[in-house]
């Protein structure tokens, strides 16, 4: 069974602030790795997903992973006060590609200080 | 392009009761999941559908839960006999590729 590991936090960026969030992964052969955010309340929603091939930068978010140390970061610059969330990393269950059923972290909770 | 739709969205039930959950994915998605999800928690893949067919079940509690998508859109996730244990969010999503995404959810009390 794949494991995700996430801090759980809370982690607390001052607002304009790079905000840091990172998950380790169990499984050295997982191919992809997805990042969620979930308001309180509410459902995850995807922001990114990377493959094993490369960091991924997409408006104020970058996805870097590091396979030597089976960790991917989610980094989010000049952090708003509306990037108060809490981050889900996931990978595919399986195989790690197609539309496998993911395994997820407990999730960190990210709040951003005006 | 609507979302994932499901309903009720919440529900308070007693323990031993059943309960039942509906899920309308997005429309040309083949693939469907239940997700549960404790509080405090990440989500927990219960079930995953490859149009009507069962990808993989192996942590669905086959003993008081099942799943069923007949015609390959709708989805329905019931709860027989409900436990305390069982209060959660339980969530579908839906996806054609790798990227999958979730429905409102449905907040499940077991009292």
């Known amino acids: 069974q794949k494991e995700v590991e996430q801090n759980s936090g809370p982690l607390s960026v001052p607002e304009g602030a790079i905000a840091s969030l990172n998950c380790t992964y169990s499984?050295?052969?997982?191919?992809?790795f997805f990042w969620y955010r979930q308001y309180s309340g509410k459902s995850p929603e995807l922001i990114m997903f990377?493959?094993?091939?490369g960091d991924k930068e997409d408006g104020r978010f970058t996805a870097q992973l590091n396979k030597a140390s089976q960790y991917v970061s989610l980094l989010i610059r000049d952090s708003q006060p509306s990037d108060s969330a809490t981050y889900l990393c996931?990978?595919?269950?399986?195989?790690?590609?197609?539309?496998?059923?993911?395994?997820f972290g407990k999730g960190t909770h990210l709040i951003i200080q005006p | 392009e609507a979302g994932v739709a499901q309903s009720p969205r919440y529900k308070i039930i007693e323990k031993r009761q059943s309960v039942a959950f509906w899920c309308n994915p997005i429309s040309g998605h083949a693939t469907l999941y239940w997700y549960q999800q404790i509080l405090g928690q990440g989500p927990k893949l219960l079930i995953q559908?490859?149009?009507?067919?069962?990808?993989?079940d192996s942590q669905l509690p086959k003993d008081r839960f099942s799943a069923e998508r007949l015609k390959g859109v709708d989805s329905t996730l019931k709860i027989q006999p409900a436990k305390l244990e069982d209060s959660a969010v339980y969530l579908c999503a839906s996806s054609s590729g790798p990227e999958q995404y979730f429905g409102p959810g449905t907040r499940l009390t077991v009292t």
């Open positions: 499984d050295r052969g997982s191919q992809s």
């Open positions: 990377i493959y094993s091939n």
């Open positions: 559908f490859q149009n009507n067919g069962v990808v993989d």
């Open positions: 996931a990978v595919p269950m399986y195989s790690g590609g197609g539309a496998d059923g993911l395994t």
